[in-house]
């Protein structure tokens, strides 16, 4: 299976700043990286696919980058909505994993 | 609009069964796979398996080979999750997840299903 590391696993940052989680493959996956972003009690939500794509709807405050074994996603000008769990996952190959997570929290 | 309701929370005693629902609506029900992935409380998201909703074909976690079953029932467009021998490490929040695109069995999940909560206490 293919591992997914996330870092950092929690993050504290202040409203208007921009963060950057990095997601890291365990062998190359392409560009076949997903992000989620998931708010408690809630079902995970999808905001990037294939590495850069932004997904209907999502603002494009989000951003995603990276090829092979080493992923970002960006998010600029933080609001209070913004503060929740991100997931990346690959969709390279079965079974489909997912990091551990990066809480982002307010400062 | 396309969206996936999940049956209710499901409380059990371990070694017993659960079988969770998850209708489609929306869309083209047998046009795009379907998986099923868990959460445990405050942990992160775990894949089970996957279903093709048209063929019925099925393919699971390793982890869950032999416990867990996936069908589908194209007439009413729900699929199913069945997790049998339950232990209390099964406690979990369980989503089903459409694909993102029609073509693809391993793809992003755009649509999830609200979550059902199984816990399994004695």
């Known amino acids: 299976d293919i591992q997914m590391t996330q870092s950092p696993s929690s993050l504290s940052a202040s409203v208007g700043d921009r963060v950057t989680i990095t997601c890291r493959a365990s062998?190359?996956?392409?560009?076949?990286l997903n992000w989620y972003q998931q708010k408690p009690g809630k079902a995970p939500k999808l905001l990037i696919y294939?590495?850069?794509s932004l997904q209907s709807g999502v603002p494009s405050k989000f951003s995603g980058s990276g090829s092979g074994t080493d992923f970002t996603l960006t998010i600029s000008s933080l609001q209070p909505e913004d503060f929740a769990t991100y997931y990346c996952?690959?969709?390279?190959?079965?079974?489909?994993?997912f990091g551990q997570g990066t809480k982002l929290e307010i400062k | 609009q396309v969206q996936l309701v999940q049956s209710g929370a499901e409380v059990k005693k371990p070694g017993a069964s659960v079988k969770v629902s998850c209708k489609a609506s929306?869309?083209?029900?047998?046009?795009?796979?379907m998986h099923w992935v868990r959460q445990a409380p405050g942990q992160g998201l775990e894949w089970m398996g996957i279903?093709?909703?048209?063929?019925?074909?099925?393919s699971y976690a390793q982890k869950f080979q032999g416990r867990v079953t996936m069908t589908r029932d194209t007439s009413t467009s729900t699929v199913y999750m069945e997790l049998s021998s339950l232990r209390s490490e099964d406690t979990a929040v369980y989503y089903c997840?459409?694909?993102?695109?029609?073509?693809?069995?391993?793809?992003?999940?755009?649509?999830w299903g609200q979550g059902t909560m199984v816990t399994v206490s004695s």
């Open positions: 997840a459409r694909v993102r695109d029609t073509i693809m069995a391993n793809d992003a999940f755009d649509i």
């Open positions: 294939a590495a850069s």
């Open positions: 062998q190359s996956i392409s560009k076949y």
């Open positions: 996952q690959q969709s390279y190959s079965t079974p489909p994993t």
């Open positions: 929306g869309y083209t029900f047998t046009s795009y796979y």
């Open positions: 279903i093709n909703p048209s063929s019925g074909t099925t």
